[in-house]
């Protein structure tokens, strides 16, 4: 089975632009979580996506949001984008919830000048 | 608050000798605690993942243990190998509430020659 993909894997955005990112899980898995990773704040959740449906939801603004199509592909957006946004944005999926093993993409590189 | 905090934060050791790094949590009501390898660039790999009532989990040379009542967790490596040079990070799932998977920060190993 291939991976779960990522794209773009590098990206380079202004302050107050908007950005998406895409994530095609593994064949097979119907949950998509989003996480943000910095060097000084490590990991954190987002959201977690699954059959169409936000089922969970991390401590984010409301400029961050997600969706998830019926082929299981996720896309996450952020707008107005901020200096602060600029992190490695991993997603992970499973096959029926987050509950079980996720299996991370290699993540999108995204700055923000 | 939760809380995922893991020590040391970077260590150094030779190829062939052991370590142990340590994650304690203050994440209430406990689901399950996950050891994840990331490499740099990459996305984090499942190592173990351990619920309430198990104390050892054994993945080649990981041994991840849990201590549900000191709410502490370690993850020992044997033999290291030049591979083995990555960050390690510790999360912890809570049942419920907003925060459903609390990261810490990540033990970054260096195995050298």
Redesign the interface.
């Given at each position: 089975k291939a991976g779960?993909t990522q794209t773009p894997r590098y990206l380079i955005k202004t302050r107050g632009q908007q950005v998406t990112l895409s994530c095609s899980p593994i064949s097979g898995h119907r949950s998509v979580?989003w996480?943000q990773q910095t060097p000084g704040?490590?990991?954190?959740?987002l959201f977690?996506y699954f059959s169409e449906t936000q089922r969970?939801?991390?401590?984010f603004p409301g400029r961050f949001s997600g969706r998830q199509f019926s082929n299981s592909r996720s896309e996450m957006n952020v707008s107005t984008l901020e200096l602060g946004d600029s992190a490695l944005y991993?997603c992970?999926t499973a096959e029926q919830g987050?509950?079980n093993?996720?299996?991370?993409?290699?993540?999108t590189r995204l700055t923000v000048l | 608050k939760n809380q995922v905090e893991q020590s040391p934060q970077s260590l150094i050791i030779l190829e062939g000798k052991n370590c142990t790094l340590q994650c304690n949590y203050t994440v209430s009501p406990f689901?399950?605690l996950r050891w994840y390898k990331q490499d740099t660039?990459?996305?984090?790999?499942?190592l173990t993942?351990m619920t309430f009532s198990e104390n050892t989990k054994s993945n080649g040379r990981y041994t991840a243990t849990l201590d549900a009542d000191t709410k502490q967790s370690s993850l020992h490596i044997t033999a290291s190998q030049l591979s083995d040079s990555a960050s390690y990070?510790c999360?912890v799932?809570a049942t419920s509430g907003?925060?459903?998977?609390?990261?810490?920060?990540?033990t970054r190993l260096k195995v050298l020659a």
């Open positions: 779960v979580s996480y704040q490590g990991l954190q959740f977690e969970n939801k991390g401590n991993l992970a987050a509950e093993e996720q299996f991370f993409g290699p993540g | 689901s399950n660039g990459r996305g984090p790999v499942s993942i990070i999360v799932s907003t925060y459903k998977y609390i990261f810490g920060t990540g």
